[in-house]
C-alpha cells in the first residue's frame, strides 16, 4: 500500500519551495540506493569470479542458480541503478512525492 503525501499549504511560492525541498531531499535518498544497488551488483560479479560456491552458500536463493544466470541478475540490478527512471517507491505515478517511511 503506497502513501501519498499532500501538502496543506495554501501559498503557491512557499508550496512550491517546500516541493522543491522534498524533493532534493528525495533525489539524495534515491541517489543513495542506486549507489547502492551498484554496490550489491559490483559485490555479487566479484564473489561470483572469486567464489562461487562462498556466494550460494551465503544467498540461499543462489544455490540452484547458475553462473551465467547470476551474472544476468547483477546486469539487471546494475541496469535498474543505472536507469534514467525513478526508482519505486520515491514519487507516484503524478510526480508526488511518497512517504516511504508508511508503506506497509
Known sequence: MLT?????VTDAEEYRK?????NAKAF?????ERERLR???DLVENML???SDKL????PWMADKSD???RRMAERI?????????LEGYWDSHGRLVDKQQQV
Do not use: G, N, W
Open 68 to 70: 551465467q544466470e547470476i
Open 18 to 22: 517546500r516541493v522543491k525541498e522534498d
Open 28 to 32: 539524495q535518498k534515491e541517489k543513495e
Open 4 to 8: 501519498v503525501t499532500f501538502l496543506a
Open 39 to 41: 554496490m550489491q551488483a
Open 78 to 86: 546494475r541496469k535498474l541503478a543505472d536507469s534514467p527512471h525513478p
Open 49 to 51: 569470479q572469486h567464489d
Open 56 to 59: 550460494r552458500a551465503e544467498v
